[in-house]
């Protein structure tokens, strides 16, 4: 006996069946109708929906899936929601895409929808990191944007991000009526597909340079990349587009010796010389790490697909690469970057950085000792883009920054640029030798004026349907059950974003959070630790994200400190049953 949900999807899949879709497609649901049921309940559950980084799926067909027709649903859905808020209005969009399988047709495929529908379409005429389309939407005044990627997700994903006219992705309400006009899509017939003709311009080396002009700008000390232009520095592309950009803005910011990984530099969807093509996990830098073994290099750096997420390998104390997690590198490049506009003369007053919820708290701590304000918002850089939006005119926005390996100086982008990011983390590498010290002598000096601060997560992943309802079930036990205690610690307050409210547990008062709604619950313990939870909007899985912090009082203690921490870290996990 099938259940609601399997008759949906069971419903859902035999609209597949119809002659507007294309044989192989009708093939496939046939097959699935015939032979694998749990392929198609999770296939055809649902529509593809727009989470915290738009669209993302894994590839193949379904109403759950990423193809040609979930695809040109999508983006009928935008261009209805655009022609309902510009009317008789020539309305414009860019539109790029990653490296990985399909993303060129469906670039294409969205291109012709915007087209069909009367739009202006600048298509980028090879990949282009999402940066540069985030940049491309304001230089050429578009009213959106699409880019086709799965960022750091596997191979079988890919996935499409929308972006308002300010070049950001977008955010409530544009998301919500996006979804529910494509929602009241019933029928694929009522995707416009044929584009009309001229209507399509291809656009590249133009936006190029206009591009890294603006990169360009944000250096900040050129007289330390003059000294130490020949630092070397590995960078790898992960098969993705940075090798299109971040080599070109290090040469333009003027360093000489830039190692490539030859053979990551290959466009290739499948990824195949890394497990994963995510700069947070190690794997994905091995093969740069050994190249800056044998090469003698200083500074390693790893870009994600659509680049704009940067992982990087600095030497520490023992002359031994590490990685940085998120928080560390942007403790470096934080400070870096604060510091360069004190001793120049640039700080007066009006300036500000931004920072998310569950980021480390010592990046506040960088801002107080300049005495400039940090912004917190929601997990996403979208949320980063709409500070600087209502920032605009008022206060100057300067850098902003998630625990994710996401980064953006200058408020030229409007989403994570590693492009920008891997030219800043160079130059800041370059200023370091410069003071005589290495990344990771900067970073324990940081930790010897603010404290340790020894940030970790936990990703629980559940697939399919199934695991969605696992982890709404989790999230709600949390909720209905609080921790009072943990590790032998006492919660003392709990945010819940979805409330939206603050509870201190010591006083029982309640005050509401200036922040939108989002299913994210944080606790507070009387030894000073946070632990958030958090399921991903991309993704299935949950997040949980663990800061403690512990003072340094001599560089030699670090590892045992470090130490501690972790241990720490692991009994919080454990009295919370995660493990």
């Known amino acids: 006996m099938t259940n609601p949900v399997e008759n949906s999807a069971i419903e859902n899949a035999k609209r597949w069946l119809g002659e507007q879709f294309d044989e192989e497609t009708r093939k496939?649901?046939?097959?699935?109708?015939?032979?694998?049921?749990?392929?198609?309940?999770?296939?055809?559950?649902?529509?593809?929906?727009?989470?915290?980084?738009?669209?993302?799926?894994?590839?193949?067909?379904?109403?759950?899936?990423?193809?040609?027709?979930?695809?040109?649903?999508?983006?009928?859905?935008?261009?209805?929601y655009l022609k309902s808020v510009y009317p008789d209005t020539a309305i414009s969009a860019a539109v790029s895409y990653d490296c990985r399988h399909n993303s060129k047709a469906f670039a294409r495929i969205t291109a012709e929808v915007f087209a069909a529908n009367g739009f202006k379409v600048f298509l980028f005429d090879d990949m282009r990191p999402t940066p540069e389309l985030s940049f491309a939407i304001r230089e050429l005044k578009c009213h959106t944007g699409v880019m086709i990627t799965a960022s750091h997700n596997p191979k079988e994903y890919n996935g499409y991000k929308a972006y308002w006219n300010d070049g950001a992705q977008m955010i409530n309400p544009h998301d919500v009526n996006v979804i529910q006009e494509v929602e009241k899509i019933t029928?694929?017939?009522?995707?416009?597909f044929n584009a009309e003709a001229g209507h399509i311009e291809m656009v590249g080396a133009e936006i190029d340079r206009k591009y890294l002009d603006k990169v360009l700008q944000q250096s900040l000390s050129p007289e330390a990349i003059r000294r130490h232009h020949d630092m070397p520095i590995v960078y790898t592309p992960l098969h993705g587009t940075g090798m299109k950009m971040v080599p070109q803005a290090l040469h333009q910011f003027g360093?000489?010796?830039?190692?490539?990984?030859?053979?990551?530099?290959?466009?290739?969807?499948?990824?195949?010389?890394?497990?994963?093509?995510?700069?947070?996990?190690?794997?994905?830098?091995?093969?740069?790490?050994e190249k800056a073994k044998k090469t003698g290099a200083e500074l390693v750096m790893a870009t994600d697909p659509d680049s704009d997420r940067v992982g990087i390998a600095v030497k520490n104390d023992a002359g031994e690469f590490v990685l940085l997690n998120g928080n560390q590198t942007a403790a470096v490049l934080f400070y870096y970057v604060l510091k360069q506009w004190k001793d120049r003369g640039k700080l007066i007053g009006k300036e500000f950085i931004v920072s998310t919820i569950v980021t480390g708290e010592i990046?506040?701590?960088?801002?107080?000792?300049?005495?400039?304000?940090?912004?917190?918002?929601?997990?996403?850089?979208?949320?980063?883009?709409?500070?600087?939006?209502?920032?605009?005119?008022?206060?100057?926005?300067?850098?902003?920054?998630?625990?994710s390996?996401?980064?953006?100086?200058?408020?030229?982008?409007?989403?994570?640029?590693?492009?920008t990011a891997c030219s800043l983390i160079a130059e800041a590498a370059a200023w370091a030798k410069e003071e005589?010290?290495?990344?990771?002598?900067?970073?324990?000096?940081?930790?010897?004026?603010?404290?340790?601060?020894?940030?970790?997560?936990?990703?629980?992943?559940?697939?399919g349907q199934k695991g969605t309802e696992e982890i709404q079930s989790m999230m709600t036990n949390f909720r209905k059950n609080p921790f009072q205690t943990i590790a032998g610690s006492k919660v003392i307050k709990i945010k819940d974003y979805l409330t939206p409210e603050e509870r201190d547990l010591t006083s029982g008062l309640s005050i509401p959070i200036d922040l939108p709604k989002s299913n994210v619950l944080q606790f507070f313990l009387e030894d000073g630790s946070r632990i958030s939870?958090?399921?991903?909007?991309?993704?299935?899985?949950?997040?949980?994200y663990f800061s403690i912090r512990h003072p340094l009082e001599n560089k030699n203690d670090l590892r045992k400190v470090e130490s501690s921490l972790k241990a720490k870290t692991e009994a919080i996990i454990q009295s919370m049953g995660l493990r």
């Open 436 to 463: 005589g010290k290495t990344p990771y002598e900067v970073l324990i000096d940081l930790y010897l004026q603010f404290g340790v601060s020894y940030d970790s997560l936990l990703s629980i992943t559940r697939k």
């Open 28 to 80: 496939q649901v046939q097959y699935l109708i015939d032979h694998d049921t749990k392929e198609l309940n999770d296939a055809f559950y649902r529509l593809l929906e727009f989470g915290t980084g738009g669209l993302r799926g894994i590839m193949g067909v379904g109403t759950n899936r990423m193809n040609k027709y979930t695809v040109g649903m999508a983006t009928q859905g935008l261009c209805n």
């Open 363 to 403: 990046l506040h701590d960088i801002a107080g000792y300049f005495h400039v304000p940090c912004f917190d918002v929601l997990t996403g850089f979208k949320y980063i883009a709409d500070v600087i939006r209502q920032q605009e005119g008022k206060m100057q926005y300067i850098i902003g920054g998630e625990e």
């Open 255 to 289: 360093f000489t010796n830039i190692i490539k990984v030859e053979e990551q530099f290959i466009p290739d969807g499948d990824f195949p010389t890394t497990p994963s093509p995510n700069p947070e996990e190690s794997a994905a830098l091995a093969l740069a790490i």
């Open 405 to 419: 390996f996401g980064y953006l100086i200058g408020d030229f982008v409007r989403d994570k640029d590693a492009v």
């Open 187 to 192: 029928d694929i017939s009522a995707v416009r």
């Open 533 to 544: 939870a958090r399921p991903s909007g991309t993704e299935p899985k949950i997040k949980f």
